[in-house]
């Protein structure tokens, strides 16, 4: 197919995107979409938006994830205006993110996939990874029954660690 990545390109798949998503062009080629990508790693390790992140995101609360998408999606739009590609979208709600774009497109491209598959996401650069062993800090959680419990409810045999799985549909 003309124009497009050897990924998901077509249809609505794993990483489908509404038929009115915009600024797909951009990612046409994959010399675009790795100038676009490296783009968007160098500005999400920038302080600035470090510091975003901190300000806005808690893990600890309810709504943490739509906080955090707002803050993403931020990132993304710094990264299409600074390389002067944002008359492409005219409304940034329609713009389905730069990560998406990366799958949606070249999904199965080895070199796109092994640079996006390098990112270290943000959350590392917030000090919220630990390591085997490190306490965990109690933090609120919302239940399939949307009421609060902490994490250390959870943790019933103390003197055995907790092992977490956590995954998400979306």
């Known amino acids: ?43 999400s390790n920038r302080q600035d938006s470090a510091d975003k ?8 609360k309810p709504g943490a994830m739509v906080t955090f998408e707002v803050t993403l999606r931020s990132v993304d739009r710094t990264t299409i205006e600074e390389l002067g ?41 917030m000090g919220f990874t630990l390591k085997v062993g490190d306490p965990m800090e109690d933090v609120g959680l919302v239940s399939m029954a949307n009421e609060e419990v902490s994490f250390s409810s959870l943790h019933v045999h103390k003197e055995r660690p907790l092992l977490v799985i956590a995954s998400s549909l979306s």
Request: positive net charge.
């Open 53 to 60: 992140f901190k300000k806005t995101f808690d893990p600890s």
């Open 85 to 125: 590609l944002a008359s492409s979208i005219t409304d940034w709600k329609k713009f389905p993110g730069i990560l998406k774009m990366m799958f949606h497109k070249w999904s199965v491209d080895p070199t796109v996939l092994t640079e996006v598959m390098q990112f270290v996401v943000f959350i590392k650069r």
């Open 1 to 43: 197919m003309s124009g497009h990545g050897p990924g998901l390109a077509t249809g609505m798949g794993m990483f489908g995107l509404p038929p009115d998503a915009q600024g797909l062009e951009l990612f046409d080629s994959r010399e675009d979409a790795l100038k676009i990508f490296r783009k968007y790693k160098e500005i």
